[in-house]
Nanobody, 121 residues
Framework: QVQVVESGGGLVQAGGSLRLSCVAS????????MGWYRQAPGKQRELVAR???????NYADSVKGRFTISRDDAKNTVYLQMNSLKVEDTAVYLC???????????????WGQGTQVTVSS
C-alpha cells in the first residue's frame, strides 16, 4: 500500500505565498507522475499542476506564472510553490501520485487527504 501525505496549507493574505509538500511512502516500485489538484466548495476537482517522470510540467491556465511544481525523486516528494495568491485560489489542495507497477504497464493513482489553503482579501 502507498500513503500520500500533504502539508503546508494555511491562511494567507492575497498576494502572499505558500509552499505545499506531498510525500509518498510505502510499497513504491517507481513513481510516474505527481500532481496537485484542488477542490473548492460547490466546485469540481480541478488540476492545478502536474509533473511527469521526465520533469515535463503542465499547469492550469489560472495559475500559470504564479505557481511552480517540482519533485524530488530521492524523497518521493512533490512541491507546489504558490506565489501571488488570490482569493479564488482558496480550496482544499490534494496530491495525486501515479505509481508504476512491477510486471504491469499500468500505473495506480493514490491520493492524499488534502490540505486547506485559504486566501483572505
Amino acid at each position: 500500500q502507498v500513503q500520500v501525505v500533504e502539508s503546508g496549507g494555511g491562511l494567507v493574505q492575497a498576494g502572499g505565498s505558500l509552499r505545499l509538500s506531498c510525500v509518498a511512502s510505502g510499497s513504491i516500485f517507481r513513481i510516474n507522475a505527481m500532481g496537485w489538484y484542488r477542490q473548492a466548495p460547490g466546485k469540481q476537482r480541478e488540476l492545478v499542476a502536474r509533473v511527469n517522470s521526465g520533469d515535463r510540467t503542465n499547469y492550469a491556465d489560472s495559475v500559470k506564472g504564479r505557481f511552480t511544481i517540482s519533485r524530488d525523486d530521492a524523497k518521493n516528494t512533490v512541491y507546489l510553490q504558490m506565489n501571488s495568491l488570490k482569493v479564488e485560489d482558496t480550496a482544499v489542495y490534494l496530491c495525486n501520485v501515479a505509481v508504476d507497477q512491477l510486471f504491469s504497464p499500468l500505473s495506480v493513482d493514490y491520493w492524499g487527504q488534502g490540505t486547506q489553503v485559504t486566501v483572505s482579501s
